[in-house]
């Protein structure tokens, strides 16, 4: 069968690998869409620490249950996978943080990922309910928007949103607009979404609708602040990787406010000054979020499957797996939101 096969910095192959065996008390599945993200196009360049040797890649995924060692997921079943499994077992586990469980494993680093025409679900991933069954309200091909959901979902938790607050979204790539649509679901009381790239505006505004959507050209953040009539956001969300961004942010969070820092920085300069005494007289917080948890992905299954958004709007281009090479260099250049390479 065919798979996109990670060898190394910058060496990614579309090439013959051997069929997946059925796991014991797991599953084989067909993927149907598996989505691409920047951490594939970091995985692309540098590599990541969790793959040893060679790795097919894909994190994002969703598709149909070819093989069932699980009467739970009969053979037929559309499923949508989280890609991390956690061992349970641990003080982070028993504590539901598991995407800090020291023994977490992915599909696409530590196990085969779903850029391939079939993948092998190993059991633990089902033990911590990480495979979903996909809703009929919920097209199949779009169920792999999940994965990027369910980080946000954590981050979403961690900020804390309250239905009085104001909320202001940095980026608008898929992840801004996940950002701005579940703050807008969860009640926030006014959401806003910039980005200097008119284009990606303009699509946010499609899904988001253009009174949300602000381009940051001159004289953008007068606009943001006349909007909050000048006390600043309540909750400011990072979800553009750069510097800017933070200074951005603690330029435009009020007294009392919340920053979340939802997107890192480049590992040759993952450093940014702040000014310490706006921290301080402000009260303000600066919230981490990293990743998600089983039971998050669950969630954004159940969220996609209720959505009123028009979640085929995320998805901008769609790639043959035959043309990964060329799906993986079109998100690197920032085309479109979200690109999906299409298995079957």
């Known amino acids: 069968m065919k798979a996109v ?51 097919a890649l894909g994190h994002e995924m969703a598709g149909v249950v070819r093989d069932s060692d699980d009467e739970r997921y009969p053979a037929g079943m559309a499923v949508a996978i989280c890609p991390c499994f956690p061992c349970l077992e641990c003080d982070f586990c028993q504590a539901g943080l598991q995407n800090f469980c020291p023994r977490r494993e992915c599909l696409g680093y ?19 309910g990480g495979v979903v069954p996909v809703p009929d309200s919920l ?70 609708g253009s009174q949300r959507v602000l ?42 406010g919340r920053v979340l820092a939802f997107a890192g920085l480049p590992a040759t300069a993952p450093s940014v000054t702040i000014d310490w005494n706006r921290l301080h007289y402000g009260q303000l917080q600066i919230i981490g979020a990293f990743g998600g948890t089983p039971a998050y992905f669950r969630q954004a299954v159940r969220w996609l499957a209720d959505s009123d958004i028009d979640l085929g709007q995320f998805v901008t281009a769609q790639f043959p797996l035959a043309q990964a090479l060329d799906a993986f260099a079109a998100v690197e250049r920032g085309e479109g939101l979200k690109t999906m390479l299409r298995i079957s």
Do not use: Y
């Open 5 to 55: 096969v990670f060898h190394g910095p910058d060496d990614i192959r579309v090439e013959d690998v051997p069929e997946p065996i059925l796991p014991r008390g797991g599953l084989i599945v067909r993927p149907r869409t598996v989505g691409i993200c920047g951490s594939d196009i970091r995985t692309w360049h540098a590599g990541n620490h969790r793959i040893r040797g060679t790795q």
């Open 215 to 256: 381009t940051m050209g001159d004289g953008w953040v007068k606009q943001a602040r006349t909007l909050v009539s000048g006390r600043g956001w309540d909750l400011v969300i990072i979800a553009s990787a750069s510097a800017a961004a933070v200074q951005t942010a603690m330029s435009l969070v009020g007294s009392l």
């Open 110 to 128: 530590q196990h085969p990922g779903g850029m391939a025409e079939a993948v092998a679900v190993p059991a633990g991933s089902l033990r911590a």
């Open 139 to 208: 097209p199949l091909e779009l169920a792999p928007l999940a994965e990027p959901l369910h980080t946000v979902l954590n981050g979403q938790d961690r900020a804390g949103i309250r239905s009085t607050d104001s909320v202001l979204v940095l980026g608008l790539g898929p992840i801004g607009i996940l950002h701005a649509a579940v703050a807008r679901s969860r009640g926030a009381a006014l959401v806003l979404g910039v980005d200097p790239i008119p284009d990606r505006v303009t699509r946010a505004a499609t899904i988001l």
